[in-house]
């Protein structure tokens, strides 16, 4: 049995964060563990309030798996405060941890703006590089960049651009808006040329033959539901499954984008906003 880790908040709703992703690694057949960095009120209308869990108490989850059940992937999504991250990063190079997406919230969280920006600035220039996938969407891709996304060839420039600054690869996410094509919904995929490897003190590289693919575009049809909430987070905790199943990067992602995109035109329809998807496809 695979055993794959969620560090994230929690959504009481149950259609993002933690929730989201332990359904998905459920609905994959695999063992899903959690660390849980912040509780989250909301619901499918939005988010009511944000209560973090402090850095010490996020090391004691984390150490508790380590010392027990090795993952074989991590997702990582909303990581609170430049501490929390700073445990996080602590612990996943203590144990050489492979195999890890993070999907990076950039939305405001709770704190000064000083501390979030010593937060983003921890995330871009401390966790990044210990992941082998970064999945923003194409509003965090401009704000890591500093670019404008307005086409698909800003799209492929801008993952080119930060996997190269970053040493990961990335991941830029099109469900939000996809410029004047109503009816897409592509994501585009940089493979890093040195893609993290914290077991061994060398980048394991992406062979020539690989790196000649980049920018793969991943296509998908957009699909005409208003209920998208958790899509980010169940795409990431998708990718992490196949990971930990032993699947190539380029494999993971193709493979999570169609189980999004079923779990997206089932249709569900629960709550009065943005609704959750289903996971459970069986
Ligand atoms: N209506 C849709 N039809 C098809 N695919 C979609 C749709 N909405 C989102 N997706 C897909 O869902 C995945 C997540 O992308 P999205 O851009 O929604 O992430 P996100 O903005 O981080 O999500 P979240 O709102 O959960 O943070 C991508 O693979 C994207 O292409
Ligand atoms: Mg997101």
């Known amino acids: 049995m695979k055993t794959v880790l969620t560090i994230a908040g929690s959504d009481c709703s149950g259609g993002a964060g933690i929730q989201a992703d332990l359904k998905t690694i459920e609905a994959h057949g695999l063992y899903g563990m959690s660390v849980i960095t912040a509780l989250t009120a909301q619901n499918t209308l939005g988010i009511s309030g944000i209560m973090t869990v402090e850095a010490g108490f996020v090391k004691k989850q984390l150490d508790a798996i380590f010392d027990d059940i090795r993952p074989d992937a991590i997702k990582i999504g909303m990581l609170p405060d430049a501490d929390v991250m700073r445990a996080v990063r602590d612990v996943l190079v203590a144990n050489k941890a492979s195999n890890i997406v993070l999907d990076p919230v950039l939305g405001s969280t709770s704190g000064t703006e000083l501390s979030k920006k010593e937060a983003r600035e921890f995330l871009k220039n401390e966790l990044f590089c210990l992941c082998n996938l970064v999945t923003p969407n194409i509003p965090e891709a401009e704000i890591l960049s500093q670019r404008t996304i307005g086409s698909k060839e800003d799209m492929e420039d801008v993952a080119k651009a930060l996997s190269e600054e970053f040493r990961s690869s990335f991941l830029i996410k099109g469900g939000h808006s ?36 980049n920018p793969i575009f991943i296509e998908g049809k957009r699909i005409n539901n208003p209920n998208t909430h958790g899509t980010g987070c169940t795409l990431s905790s998708a990718i992490a499954c196949n990971l930990a199943c032993g699947l190539t990067m380029e494999e993971s992602v193709k493979r999570a984008k169609e189980y999004i995109g079923k779990c997206i035109s089932v249709g569900l329809d629960i709550g009065r906003g943005r609704g959750p998807l289903l996971h459970n496809l069986r």
């Open 178 to 213: 996809f410029f004047d094509k109503e009816d897409e919904a592509s994501d585009c995929l940089y493979l890093c040329r040195e893609s993290a490897n914290l077991n061994s003190d060398i980048k394991e590289s992406v062979s020539d033959k690989e790196n000649e693919k």
